[in-house]
T-cell receptor, first 114, second 112 residues
Framework: GAVVSQHPSWVICKSGTSVKIECRSLDFQATTMFWYRQFPKQSLMLMATSNEGSKATYEQGVEKDKFLINHASLTLSTLTVTSAHPEDSSFYIC??????????FGPGTRLTVL | DAKTTQPTSMDCAEGRAANLPCNHSTISGNEYVYWYRQIHSQGPQYIIHGLKNNETNEMASLIITEDRKSSTLILPHATLRDTAVYYCIVRPGGSGTYKYIFGTGTRLKVLA
């Protein structure tokens, strides 16, 4: 139990385009989900907290107009990278709390912007 | 900033126990210690967590010192598939959802 999925697992896009990444909790509901970014050989960096039915909370230094988060249901949060540039290329990971607030992570989405 | 410090890397022989230390000297009384691992190009995988008592599950054991300022994750019989980055995280207790702040973790390499 407590499975989190992400789609797509990888995506390549051209500079200037927007990319949407989905995060789903498959066997539990999550009013809160978290989005992280990870650059090669670095640790996970928390980007934002996604809240079902309300606005996301962004960490300091993360541009909310560039990284749009929508938490439309209790099992789905989406991260849209708008006007992507090569420096946005990274590994994006989501997580959701279940079973007494232990967080479970998705498999990640690798974004490459050309 | 992360509230934990871990060695950057460790090696362990296959079949031997891997002991991964974590320092969390500023931990508060109601904060839990969580351990995750991340295998290359995957999302972190939950391993174990504890408050003050030692814990054991099918994956590992967690030993927390009496003063709670440090802990050790033990993989009793390491295999090559245990090669990963291991993260120790401190998070508040009580009800509610709390964000995780990841430190640099320990890169464990299990050697054949």
């Amino acid at each position: 139990g407590a499975v989190v999925s992400q789609h797509p697992s990888w995506v390549i896009c051209k500079s200037g385009t927007s990319v949407k990444i989905e995060c789903r909790s498959l066997d539990f509901q999550a009013t809160t989900m978290f989005w992280y970014r990870q650059f090669p050989k670095q640790s996970l960096m928390l980007m934002a907290t996604s809240n079902e039915g309300s606005k996301a909370t962004y960490e300091q230094g993360v541009e909310k107009d560039k990284f749009l988060i929508n938490h439309a249901s209790l099992t789905l949060s989406t991260l849209t990278v708008t006007s992507a540039h090569p420096e946005d290329s990274s590994f994006y990971i989501c997580s959701a709390p279940a079973r007494g607030d232990t967080q479970y992570f998705g498999p990640g989405t690798r974004l490459t912007v050309l | 900033d992360a509230k934990t410090t871990q060695p950057t890397s460790m090696d362990c022989a296959e079949g031997r126990a891997a002991n991964l230390p974590c320092n969390h000297s500023t931990i508060s009384g109601n904060e839990y210690v969580y351990w995750y691992r991340q295998i290359h190009s995957q999302g972190p995988q939950y391993i174990i967590h504890g408050l003050k008592n030692n814990e054991t599950n099918e994956m590992a054991s967690l030993i927390i010192t009496e003063d709670r300022k440090s802990s050790t994750l033990i993989l009793p019989h390491a295999t090559l598939r245990d090669t990963a980055v291991y993260y120790c995280i401190v998070r508040p207790g009580g009800s509610g959802t709390y964000k995780y702040i990841f430190g640099t973790g320990t890169r464990l390499k299990v050697l054949a």
